[in-house]
């Protein structure tokens, strides 16, 4: 074994000393620079929000103090290029090599692929590795080497490989590189500013990042906890699920060591004959295997942050108004578990899963709100806010999957209250201008008898609003706004076959939504590639290889609206045939290179305050005024 080389283990969202491939091949090969580097210019709009930026400097905090006592010091840079900042110290240590591990979401595929390329060209090795997941994208696929595009299939896949997912044992210690880097203080790096410090404190007494926390996390739930997920996870008050979210997007929980401990649990209930474990452990398993989704769908289909996996929101109506946008913010909508919800997330930055589903699902059916600009609300707001199970979450409620929610689904809020939080007390908690509501009203106070709104003191319009939109007339807007889809999509696909206009690109098949085909089998070839690179897929597009359930209905034409403000990707259409056809590479390079096309727009009110926001808007705003509908 070589032990001579000088490795910079690159941190980026995996921040622990357990199960670390990238950090364990480098201790093994020598000494080692472990750096963190951050360059919020590469981000985007993407640009992590408040909560998630305070959970990440305290997990920073601890990986420093894990590292330097193995010996290694962490060296925190502040870049405008992450590249720039790694040849630097490549040539500060006169370091050999390179190791991270591998990342799926759209931004850092694009990135990750633009450096691994340019110190391949400079000659630097560069080792990458599995650190996410239980197993990569490019090794689960089905009998024919297409990609699959169903939850169920593509778990079942999962959980029938032969190999089971490897993990790695923590180095006892590492031998620091010689040479002297740049390094900046947690405070430089600008993760928190003086005014967000009195609100973050707040964070601190529910939650402590960090790897160590983690494990303890780990442990105490699958002893305590896991027995009882299957019958707990149904309620939404209370801590009723694991809280591994935010350490399993930052890398502080290794996923194959969850899965580990949890498949222990199962065979020793399975050899006790205990029926409830039994169920909870497959419950939670299958939770974790949707995360795996979440970054399968995102490799394979890049472009599911701006467009829908079907395609069939390309002639949605959206109603672009600001004022139910807002009101939907800031949980004033007159419906108490949506209200209840959103003043949860703005408050804590968290919420229950199901609460999640009510709450997008309310926006994009009774608000008919532009579902990317929920999912970058959710992005700018959630502690464990996190690209691909965000893009997975509202493609689910939006109809954007073959086996999510249908798009003419509309849940009612009264209803799911009910069953959900059958006294009331998630609604209380959070919203105390209807804690003195009885049970039986609290889920629907504009039905409640006056007496009794009058005796628990609420006055609604006053004190808590009527609802923002009677269910009644939300139902007729979704269906009004389904036929007019439909009736633009049979418009587009008669001047298509009339060869009058290029539109869509699936607009030959009426009854067949097509999903674009991945083929994993056949590998792109990839200079300098190891048995750990990051894989390749390439895409076919079947014209006929996908049948939805979601049927077409040929109806009018109606002009487009003009209100809308969003970037309407589901209408790019040269764009999308070029997606269709490209890689997972090559389409998001192309994204970025073509950035300002291809983003969507959203509301400066919805976006944390920072600089760079602005200047993605800035971006944004010149796209709008240059010509492009954004709409
Ligand atoms: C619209 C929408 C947006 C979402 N955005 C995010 C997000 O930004 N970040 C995030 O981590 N999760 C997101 N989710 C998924 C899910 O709500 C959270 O992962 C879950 O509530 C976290 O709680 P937990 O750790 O206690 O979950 P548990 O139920 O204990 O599950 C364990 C782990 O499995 C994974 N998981 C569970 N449910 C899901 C799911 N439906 N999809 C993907 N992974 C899942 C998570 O990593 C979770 O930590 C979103 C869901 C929806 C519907």
């Known amino acids: 074994m070589d032990t001579d080389g000088k490795t910079i283990v690159w941190f980026r969202r995996d921040l622990r000393i357990d199960d670390n491939p990238a950090l364990a091949a480098a201790a093994r090969d020598g000494s080692v620079l472990p750096v963190f580097i951050w360059c919020p210019q590469e981000e985007g709009q993407f640009y ?26 962490l060296i925190l840079i502040k870049a405008r290029s992450t590249l720039k900042a790694l040849l630097e110290c490549i040539s500060a240590v006169g370091a050999t090599k390179i190791a991270y591990n591998h990342l799926y979401d759209p931004v850092s595929l694009v990135r990750d ?17 599995n650190g996410d997941l239980l197993y990569e994208p490019w090794e689960i696929y089905d009998n024919e080497g297409h990609a699959f595009t169903t939850f169920d299939a593509y778990w079942t896949r999962c959980l029938s490989m032969q190999k089971e997912p490897d993990s790695h044992l ?28 009195a609100s973050n404190a707040l964070l601190g007494r529910g939650w402590s990042p960090g790897w160590s926390n983690a494990d303890k996390a ?35 929980m290794s996923v194959r060591r969850v899965f580990q401990c949890v498949r222990m649990k199962q065979l020793l209930w399975a050899k006790e004959g205990n029926c409830v474990g039994q169920e909870s452990v497959s419950l939670f398993l299958r939770a974790i295997g949707f995360r795996e989704y979440s970054r399968y769908i995102c490799f394979n289909y890049p472009f599911t942050h701006e467009r ?81 199970t ?63 709104l009058r005796s628990a003191g609420v006055e609604l319009g006053l004190n808590y609003p009527v609802p923002i939109v009677d269910i009644d007339l939300a139902r007729e807007r979704l269906t009004e706004a389904l036929l007019i889809m439909r009736e633009r999509e049979a418009v587009a696909r008669a001047e298509k076959s009339d060869g009058t206009d290029e539109v869509g690109d699936n607009s030959d098949c ?9 083929v994993l089998k056949e590998k792109a070839p990839c200079s300098a ?91 944004i705003d010149a796209e709008t005024s240059s010509g492009k509908q954004v709409g």
């Not at 929000?49 to 997990?59: A, D, E, F, I």
């Not at 009426?510 to 991945?518: A, E, Q, R, S, T």
């Not at 895409?539 to 009018?556: I, T, V, W, Y």
């Open 48 to 73: 992590p929000g408040r909560v998630s930026r305070w959970w990440l400097k305290q997990s920073l905090i601890h990986l420093q103090q894990s590292l330097e006592s193995l010996g290694a010091k």
């Open 170 to 197: 923590p180095p006892w210690r590492l031998v620091p590189v010689e040479g002297i880097v740049d390094n900046c203080s947690i405070d430089d790096l600008g993760l928190e500013n003086e005014m967000e410090k």
């Open 529 to 619: 590639a190891s048995s750990h690179d990051q894989q390749v897929p390439s895409m076919q597009n079947f014209k006929n290889g996908f049948s939805s359930r979601k049927r077409l209905l040929p109806l009018e034409e109606e002009q487009h609206q003009r209100n809308m403000q969003i970037s309407n990707s589901e209408g790019e259409t040269s764009k999308i045939d070029d997606d269709l056809c490209s890689t997972a590479v090559s389409s998001s390079a192309k994204k970025q290179a073509t950035c300002s096309m291809t983003s969507f727009s959203v509301p400066q009110s919805c976006s944390v305050s920072s600089d760079l926001k602005q200047q993605s808007h800035v971006e």
């Open 113 to 129: 692929h633009t450096i691994k390329q340019k110190l391949g060209e400079l000659g630097i090795s560069v080792q990458s590795y």
């Open 218 to 252: 780990l442990s105490a739930f699958v002893e305590e906890n896991l027995i009882d997920y299957s019958k707990e996870r149904a309620t939404v008050a209370g801590n009723t699920t694991s809280l591994f979210s935010p350490y399993l997007h930052f890398g502080e």
């Open 308 to 388: 829908s996996l079907l395609s069939n929101l390309k002639y949605f109506p959206w109603k672009a108004d600001q004022a139910h946008f807002k009101a939907w913010r800031q949980g004033r909508t007159g419906y108490p578990l949506v209200d209840a919800g959103m003043r949860e997330l703005w408050a804590t930055g968290w919420m229950h899963n199901r609460i999640r589903v009510i709450v997008s699902g309310f926006f994009v059916k009774f608000l008919l709100l532009p579902w990317q600009w929920g999912m970058k609300y959710f992005w700018d707001t959630l502690l464990d806010s996190d690209l691909e």
């Open 390 to 452: 965000d893009i997975l979450g509202w493609q689910y409620i939006s109809g954007s999957l073959p086996d999510g929610h249908e798009l003419e689904r509309l849940d009612s809020p009264q209803v799911q209250g009910f069953k959900f939080d059958p006294e009331g007390e998630y609604v209380r908690q959070w919203l105390p201008e209807l804690a003195r509501m009885p049970s039986e009203w609290i889920h629907h106070p504009w039905d409640a008898p006056p007496s009794v």
């Open 510 to 518: 009426i009854d067949n939504l097509v999903i674009p085909k991945v």
